[in-house]
Nanobody, 112 residues
Framework: QVQLVESGGGLVAPGESLRLSCAAS????????MGWYRQVPGKERELVAR???????NYADSVKGRFTISRDNAKNTVYLQMSSLRPEDTAVYYC??????WGQGTQVTVSS
């Protein structure tokens, strides 16, 4: 059974940083492309960042230069380091493992 468990969300002020973690089980983690998505009410879930097995990454234009995705295969964990956070980054952030495995989501709120 595949499980993805996110942690690290919370409330931060604009300009601050936050790191999300996603611990995976039930998959051969090192072979999987892993990603972070986010969703706000009334909008579609959107890709934030993805990291492939060879550690190639891609990012949404809105987070390039501010967010960094990384993985620790020894810990079966993928991270999303978020810096210079903006109010528009407020969303529920979901961990994803291809093809279609999802975590429960973690809320990130950026507000003064």
């Amino acid at each position: 059974q595949v499980q993805l468990v996110e942690s690290g969300g919370g409330l931060v002020a604009p300009g601050e940083s936050l790191r999300l973690s996603c611990a995976a089980s039930g998959i051969v983690f090192s072979f999987r492309a892993m990603g972070w998505y986010r969703q706000v009410p009334g909008k579609e879930r959107e890709l934030v960042a993805r990291i492939f097995a060879d550690r190639t990454t891609n990012y949404a234009d809105s987070v390039k230069g501010r967010f960094t995705i990384s993985r620790d295969n020894a810990k079966n964990t993928v991270y999303l380091q978020m810096s210079s956070l903006r109010p528009e980054d407020t969303a529920v952030y979901y961990c994803n493992a291809l093809p279609n495995y999802w975590g429960q989501g973690t809320q990130v709120t950026v507000s003064s």
